[in-house]
Nanobody, 122 residues
Framework: VQLQASGGGLVQSGGSLRLSCAVS????????IGWFRQAPGEEREGASC????????RYADSVKGRFTISSDNAKNTVYLQMNSLKPEDTAVYYC????????????????WGQGTQVTVSS
C-alpha cells in the first residue's frame, strides 16, 4: 500500500488549500483514510477521516466547519479542502490508511504517506 500526499504550501490567513492523498495497492471497498497533522513541538493530531465504503466522515473540533474531506473512488484519491485557514493550522499534514471504519486515532492506521507542509501566515 502506498499513499502520496500533496497540495501543501504557503497561504495567508483566511485562505484555502486542497490537499490530495493518492492511494495505490488496495481497493477502496474496505478502507479508510485519515488526515493527521503535526506542528513543531506538538503531538500529532487527527484532523479528519473518511470511511470509503459509505462516505462517513469525522472531524476534529478544531477544523469542523472549515475543512471538508471527500473522496474520488474512481481515482483512488482522497481530498482535504481547507478553508478559512488560521496560523494555528500550520503543520505537516499526513494522510494515513487503515482497513475498516475511520477513526481519528493515529495508532489505528497502518499505512502512512509522506507529509506535506502547510504554512499559514498571519
Amino acid at each position: 500500500v502506498q499513499l502520496q500526499a500533496s497540495g501543501g504550501g504557503l497561504v495567508q490567513s483566511g485562505g484555502s488549500l486542497r490537499l490530495s492523498c493518492a492511494v495505490s495497492g488496495i481497493t477502496f471497498d474496505d478502507y479508510a483514510i485519515g488526515w493527521f497533522r503535526q506542528a513543531p513541538g506538538e503531538e500529532r493530531e487527527g484532523a479528519s477521516c473518511i470511511t470509503l465504503s459509505d462516505g462517513s466522515t469525522r472531524y476534529a473540533d478544531s477544523v469542523k466547519g472549515r475543512f471538508t474531506i471527500s473522496s474520488d473512488n474512481a481515482k483512488n484519491t482522497v481530498y482535504l479542502q481547507m478553508n478559512s485557514l488560521k496560523p494555528e493550522d500550520t503543520a505537516v499534514y499526513y494522510c494515513a490508511g487503515k482497513f475498516g471504519a475511520s477513526w481519528l486515532e493515529d495508532y489505528e492506521y497502518a499505512h502512512w504517506g509522506q507529509g506535506t507542509q502547510v504554512t499559514v501566515s498571519s
